[in-house]
Nanobody, 124 residues
């Protein structure tokens, strides 16, 4: 049974940083394509970034480029999202998603597995 467990969210002031983690279990980590999405209250789920199978390729959305970084640690079966220079508009639940074919997509419906999410709240 594949499971994704996110952690690392919290309440921070604007300008601070957080590192989100998503531990993947139940299947070999480097066969998955992985992504981070976020969803703010009343808004649609937004693609933040993705990392391909084996962590060979990464992508960060233009909306957060220069502030957020996605990376993977195969040995720890973990994908990270580093959030720097946080802004109040980054406040959302951040979700980790996995694609069994090894790719990443900007469309949430393409993913096979999801974590439960971790809340990030940025105060001004």
């Amino acid at each position: 049974q594949v499971q994704l467990v996110e952690s690392g969210g919290g309440l921070v002031q604007a300008g601070y940083s957080l590192r989100l983690s998503c531990v993947v279990s139940g299947r070999t980590f480097n066969t998955f394509g992985l992504a981070w999405f976020r969803q703010a209250p009343g808004k649609e789920r937004e693609f933040v970034g993705g990392i391909s199978r084996g962590a060979f390729r990464t992508y960060i959305s233009d909306s957060v480029k220069g502030r957020f970084t996605i990376s993977g640690d195969i040995a720890k079966s973990t994908v990270y999202l580093q959030l720097n220079s946080l802004k109040p508009e980054d406040t959302a639940i951040y979700f980790c998603a996995a694609d069994a074919q090894g790719y990443y997509y900007s469309v949430s419906s393409e993913y096979d597995y999801w974590g439960q999410g971790t809340q990030v709240t940025v105060s001004s």
